[in-house]
């Protein structure tokens, strides 16, 4: 069973602070990683790609893939409370369908 | 959401009636999914299309059915909707196998 895995949380971080968010595979021949987010009530957004060890910065936003340690994560620095969502891992399997964690909960607090 | 609508956005239906959901796209994207979102089990695919009338099945595939007869529509058919099938439908669209946009969902309930 191939499977995207995440803490459901919530995670709860100050206004200002660095909200960390992982996610861990199973699947050694995932390729690539997405990070959605999606607010109550919303459909999943798309916020970040990453295709290859390393870092990947977009604004906020980091993506970080071990491919090693089958590990990914993202960084959101300087949290708003307009962060305050679910965010959805998710990354293909070798049969090319996009595999989902069942997401984290973040909270920031004002 | 732009550019992908669905519809209908709600939907109440009785157990054994066959219920039709749309998605259609403006964007010409050859790949389009249909996903189920349900709590503690995050987004799970149903079926996806790579193409007019190319169609496989996903994850969760029991009880439903798909068509794509035009490059913009692809259809979710529940033949005889069970209440295990009350759920928050989302199709999504990509250009190529890497990153997907979602619509902005259907939710289903099956009295």
């Known amino acids: 069973q191939k499977e995207v895995e995440q803490n459901s949380g919530p995670l709860s971080v100050p206004e200002g602070a660095i909200a960390s968010l992982n996610c861990t595979y199973s699947d050694r021949g995932s390729q690539s990683f997405f990070w959605y987010r999606q607010y109550s009530g919303k459909s999943p957004e798309l916020i970040m790609s990453i295709y290859s060890n390393g870092d990947k910065e977009d604004g906020r936003f980091t993506a970080q893939l071990n491919k090693a340690s089958q590990y990914v994560s993202l960084l959101i620095r300087d949290s708003q409370p307009s962060d305050s969502a679910t965010y959805l891992c998710?990354?293909?399997?070798?049969?090319?369908?996009?595999?989902f964690g069942s997401g984290t909960r973040l909270l920031v607090r004002p | 959401d732009a550019g992908i609508t669905q519809s209908p956005r709600h939907k109440v239906t009785e157990t054994g009636t066959p219920v039709t959901l749309r998605c259609h796209q403006t964007e010409n994207h050859r790949y389009m999914y249909w996903y189920r979102q349900d709590p503690g089990h995050g987004l799970r695919l149903i079926h996806y299309s790579y193409g007019v009338k190319d169609t496989d099945k996903g994850e969760v595939s029991d009880g439903y059915s798909v068509s794509r007869s035009k490059t913009e529509d692809f259809l979710l058919t529940l033949e005889s909707a069970t209440s295990s099938q009350t759920s928050v439908y989302f199709c999504?669209?990509?250009?190529?196998?890497?990153?997907?946009?979602f619509g902005p969902g259907t939710r289903l309930t099956v009295l």
């Open positions: 999504a669209i990509s250009k190529d196998p890497n990153e997907q946009f």
């Open positions: 998710a990354g293909w399997d070798s049969s090319y369908k996009l595999i």
